[in-house]
């Protein structure tokens, strides 16, 4: 049987981050969709990338590890 290790509890600080941004993000998306129904393309270069960060914000409340490299990423592509 192979030994699992545990290395402590989840991170409140992510939890909540991922929490806003799913919120942050479902509402980037509802809003860019509810502006127009032929959408201009800096619009939606913001839906892809509310998009992708909404899914890294899912990703990240599962605790998976490509969610904190992604979100890594965006961040930057945010900032």
């Known amino acids: 049987m192979p030994q699992t290790f545990n290395v402590g509890a989840r991170s409140l600080f992510v939890t909540l981050l991922a929490w806003a941004l799913v919120l942050a993000g479902g509402a980037a998306c509802v809003g860019a969709l509810a502006s127009a129904s032929a959408l201009p393309w800096p619009v939606r270069a913001g839906l892809v990338l509310s998009l992708a960060m909404l899914g890294c914000a ?19 592509e945010f900032a």
């Open 58 to 76: 899912l990703g990240l409340l599962m605790g998976q590890p490509w969610a904190r490299r992604l979100f890594a990423g965006l961040l930057r």
